[in-house]
C-alpha cells in the first residue's frame, strides 16, 4: 500500500512480474529527465535518462515512458528480480546550463520472493 | 577509474564544531555537486561548481560552504554545526551535467 508524508511510497511485485514506477515532475521547462536506483547505504545509480524530444526510451529490462502534456515520467522494469529492491528517483534538468537536477521524493520497490 | 569518491564514511560532530567533507574525482568532470539526503526524503542539492573557481547555491546552502580550487576535489565546509545538518551528503560529477555519478556518501550525526 501507499503511505505518505515522511514515508516513501511502497510498491510490492511479485518477482517476474512487471513493474511500473510513476513520477510527477514539476518544472515544464525541464529538457532531460533521469531515473535512479538507491540501495540502501549507497548512493544513487544511474539507470536510464530520456530527453525531452523524446516520449520513450529503451534500456536493457527498462523503459522510460515521458508525458511532457501532463508532466509525468514512468519507469518500466520487466521481469522484476529481487536485486531491483531499492529506492527508485526521477530527476529532472532545465535547459539553463547550471546543470542542477531536481530530484522527487522517491518511490521503495519490494519484489517478494 | 576511482569514480566519485568521499571521505569520511561517518562523522560525529557537537553543536558548533566545524569540519570538511572531501570529494574527489578522477574522471575529469567539469561539473561537481553536492546534496544532503534526509530519511524517507529524495536529495536536496546544497551547492555545484561547472568548472574550476566557479562556485553556485543550490537548493539549501544555508550553512554550507564550498570552493573548486581544481577539477578534482570540491570539498564542502560547515562552519558551525547544527543538529538540522544531521544527515548523509552525496557528492556527483558528470560532464556537462548529464549522468551524473554519485559517490557512497558521509554519514553526519550533529548533537
Known amino acids: 500500500g501507499e503511505s505518505v508524508g515522511l514515508h516513501l511510497p511502497t510498491l510490492s511485485v511479485q518477482e517476474g512480474d512487471n513493474s511500473i514506477i510513476n513520477c510527477a515532475y514539476s518544472n515544464s521547462a525541464s529538457d532531460y529527465f533521469i531515473w535512479y536506483k538507491q540501495e540502501s547505504g549507497k548512493g544513487p545509480q544511474f539507470i536510464i535518462d530520456i530527453r525531452s524530444n523524446m516520449d520513450k526510451r529503451q534500456g536493457q529490462r527498462v523503459t522510460v515512458l515521458l508525458n511532457k502534456t501532463v508532466k509525468h515520467l514512468s519507469l518500466q522494469i520487466a521481469a522484476t528480480q529481487p536485486g531491483d529492491s531499492a529506492v527508485y528517483f526521477c530527476a529532472e534538468m532545465g535547459m539553463d546550463s547550471s546543470y542542477k537536477l531536481i530530484f522527487g521524493s522517491g518511490t521503495r520497490l519490494l519484489v517478494r520472493p | 577509474n576511482a569514480g566519485v569518491t568521499q571521505t569520511p564514511k561517518f562523522q560525529v560532530l557537537k553543536t558548533g564544531q566545524s569540519m570538511t567533507l572531501q570529494c574527489a574525482q578522477d574522471m575529469n568532470h567539469e561539473y561537481m555537486s553536492w546534496y544532503r539526503q534526509d530519511p524517507g526524503m529524495g536529495l536536496r542539492l546544497i551547492h555545484y561548481?561547472?568548472?574550476?573557481?566557479?562556485?553556485d547555491q543550490g537548493e539549501v546552502p544555508n550553512g554550507y560552504n564550498v570552493s573548486r580550487s581544481t577539477t578534482e576535489d570540491f570539498p564542502l565546509r560547515l562552519l558551525s554545526a547544527a543538529p538540522s545538518q544531521t544527515s548523509v551528503y552525496f557528492c556527483?560529477?558528470?560532464?556537462?551535467?548529464?549522468?551524473?555519478?554519485f559517490g557512497p556518501g558521509t554519514r553526519l550525526l550533529v548533537l
Open positions: 556527483a560529477s558528470s560532464y556537462r551535467g548529464k549522468t551524473q555519478y
Open positions: 561548481s561547472v568548472g574550476a573557481g566557479i562556485t
